[in-house]
């Protein structure tokens, strides 16, 4: 995997379409490259990274839901909160992750 993006801002945190709230994120992107020609591999594709999270004012019902991340300049990556601690990570299709995997 090649980190092909890093980034921070303030976005909106978003379940089914819904708003939850503004969060502060930090994003690092990362594409698997065929070795030796560093050819991109289409589908391989990783997001890490966290959000500002309160335990105490965001839900624990929103660890490993799908949620997703309309970052700064209005891009939206599907995310999943892994803890309470604000951590995110995500696998998929593209830097635009489906929801159906």
């Known amino acids: 995997m090649k980190l092909v993006e890093e980034s921070a801002g303030v976005g909106e ?5 819904q ?3 503004q ?8 594409q698997g490259v065929v070795e030796g020609s560093g050819l991109p591999i289409p ?6 990274g966290s959000i500002d ?6 839900s624990a019902g929103l660890t490993g839901a799908a949620l997703a991340l309309r970052l700064q300049d ?7 909160l892994v803890g309470n601690e604000g951590r995110i990570f995500s696998e ?7 929801f159906c995997c």
Not at 92 to 98: L, S
């Open 19 to 21: 708003v939850l709230r």
């Open 74 to 80: 209005g891009r939206v990556l599907g995310i999943t």
């Open 53 to 58: 999270f309160d335990p105490g004012m965001d």
């Open 13 to 17: 945190l978003m379940l089914n379409g």
């Open 92 to 98: 998929g299709h593209g830097p635009m992750r489906c």
């Open 43 to 48: 589908g391989l594709h990783r997001v890490e």
């Open 23 to 30: 969060v502060g994120y930090r994003i690092s992107r990362y």
